[in-house]
């Protein structure tokens, strides 16, 4: 895939995410997981959402490495109202 690829699919995606509404309260955090599970599916990974509290759901999903090193990137789905 070449740079122009990846950006317009990155950019196709982050597009996608920003149009949904996840302003905390109340939050609505599955929807964005959802549309970022059926992209790393997509992709050959085996996301997971858990969701403890209805509409707060969190995303979840490893990538194999050489087994030397681990690390953990975490992140957030939610945003805050802004005041214009």
Not at 9 to 37: F, M, Q
Not at 64 to 76: E, Q, V
Request: hydrophobic share 35%.
């Amino acid at each position: 895939m070449s740079d122009e690829e990846i950006k317009e699919e990155v950019t196709d995606l982050l597009s996608k995410l920003i149009r949904i509404d996840t302003t905390n309260p109340p939050g609505n955090e599955t929807l964005a997981a959802k549309l970022l599970y059926d992209y790393l599916s997509s992709e050959g990974y085996e996301p997971e959402i858990l969701e403890h509290v209805e509409g707060r759901g969190n995303l979840i999903t490893s990538l194999k490495g050489d087994g030397k090193t681990r690390i953990m990137l975490l992140s957030h789905l939610d945003v805050v109202p802004a005041d214009p």
